[in-house]
């Protein structure tokens, strides 16, 4: 595959770095697009943050211009529903509590259906919930993403476009002949470059001068077996602002196992790494299992308040916390990260096919990127 003036190093139009959600979501937009695209990844896809059954996809945000995109990512996970042939978000819709007027302007503005019940009525849509003190908020176009089936429907659709390698460093020559990725398996120059490596996307844009704040902490997931009596439909997804039982949490249930996730939500509540990568002196994932499960005991009676299992999970956020993201340029190489990023996967990754071709940062990343550098933002 050398070119014939004895050059080992391989030509290619686009490189994906990352096979999570957004690294496969945007090399199959390219490849729909007709482009020369290869994504690298040292693990089978979907081992990073995109990994496990669950995710919630909701359409409320703080930040008007991302129900935007979250109304165009749930039309598009649609589209991919039909090119799939299964269900990739369930039913179920999601309740919140804590929220108020000002919060749903935004789904208001954008025409996105949804409704508040009295406090009396909580049984009614969210059957595995105790007395809460004040209105809840249903949103009944959201529901429990299928992770794992979405992985599985990108993975088929980018068969042949992963190569099983991780990218050492990513580097701009500077001799117009593209940018280079370091590989294991060889050595490439790409017209353009996509960073999604998740945690891994600081220290890869770095080396092209891209300065991107990513904190990663870890974050403890323990699930609960919902009781019988519970079970009278699918319980929804589940976003507690409120502070009322302690706490503030989202749940989600994990498709049709009877088993609901819950975890805590705000700053500071996962738990970073030292430098020499140990948990802080004093510090074990037990402590937050032992506060979701304290929370589950006061706020939801319909779950057995003893977990039946847990996963740790690294937790990315940029300093405005909770749902921000962005994308930053630089001549040839383009980078997005950020926290829950799941429910957004379809219109990020055609935003970055975007980006990609026209050697550009679409607006929507741009302005969400500099949003996502402000110091504070929302919990949840
Ligand atoms: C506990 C938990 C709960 C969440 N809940 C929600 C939710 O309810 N709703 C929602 O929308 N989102 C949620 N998220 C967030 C969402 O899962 C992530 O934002 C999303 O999966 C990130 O996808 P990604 O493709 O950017 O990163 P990842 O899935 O982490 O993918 C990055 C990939 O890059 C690869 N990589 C790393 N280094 C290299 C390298 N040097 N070379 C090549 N490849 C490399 C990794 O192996 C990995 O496969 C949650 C996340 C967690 C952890």
């Not at 030509?11 to 090399?27: E, K, Q, S």
């Not at 019940?117 to 176009?141: I, K, Q, T, W, Y």
């Not at 429907?153 to 990513?170: K, N, Q, S």
């Amino acid at each position: 595959m050398s070119s014939s003036n004895g050059d080992l190093r391989r030509p290619l139009d686009v490189a994906v770095i990352g096979a999570g959600v957004l690294g496969l979501a945007t090399t199959d937009a390219l490849t729909r697009r007709g482009a020369d695209v290869l994504c690298f990844d040292g693990r089978p896809p979907g081992s990073g943050q995109s990994g496990g059954l669950t995710r919630t996809f909701r359409h409320r945000h703080d930040h008007e211009d991302t129900v935007a995109l979250a109304v165009a990512a749930r039309q598009r996970y649609r589209s991919w529903e039909e090119r799939y042939g299964r269900r990739l978000i369930g039913d179920e819709g999601a309740v919140y509590a804590g929220m108020g007027p000002a919060d749903v302007a935004a789904l208001a503005r954008r025409g996105v259906p949804h409704h508040f019940v009295s406090a009396d009525r909580h049984r009614e849509v969210f059957a595995a919930l105790g007395p809460v003190d004040g209105p809840l908020l249903v949103d009944p176009g959201a529901g429990a993403i299928r992770a794992r089936r979405t992985i599985a429907a990108l993975t088929e659709w980018t068969r042949g476009r992963v190569v099983m390698a991780d990218v050492h460093c990513v580097t701009d020559p500077g001799d117009g002949r593209g940018i280079e990725i370091q590989t294991h398996e060889a050595i490439y120059r790409a017209r353009h470059v996509v960073i999604c490596a998740g945690t891994a996307t600081p220290k890869l844009a770095s080396g092209v001068g891209l300065r991107i704040p990513l904190h990663c902490a870890l974050h403890a997931r323990p699930h609960y077996q919902v009781r019988p009596e519970a079970i009278g439909g699918p319980l929804p997804c589940w976003v507690d602002r409120s502070g009322a039982n302690g706490e503030m949490v989202y749940g989600s249930p994990i498709g049709r196992t009877g088993q609901y996730v819950v975890g805590l939500i705000g700053d500071g509540v996962d738990i970073a790494l030292t430098d020499e990568g140990a948990l802080p002196a004093g510090r074990t994932m037990d402590e937050h299992v032992r506060r979701v499960s304290a929370y589950v005991r006061r706020a939801l009676p319909g779950l057995e308040p003893t977990p039946v299992g847990v996963r740790v999970c690294v937790m990315s956020k940029l300093p405005a916390g909770s749902d921000s993201f962005g994308g930053w340029h630089t001549d040839g190489v383009t980078a997005s990260t950020g926290h829950n990023l799941f429910k957004l996967a379809p219109v990020l990754g055609e935003l970055l096919a975007d980006a990609a071709q026209h050697n550009r940062l679409p607006v929507e990343l741009e302005r969400a990127g500099e949003r996502a550098l402000a110091t504070s933002g929302s919990p949840r």
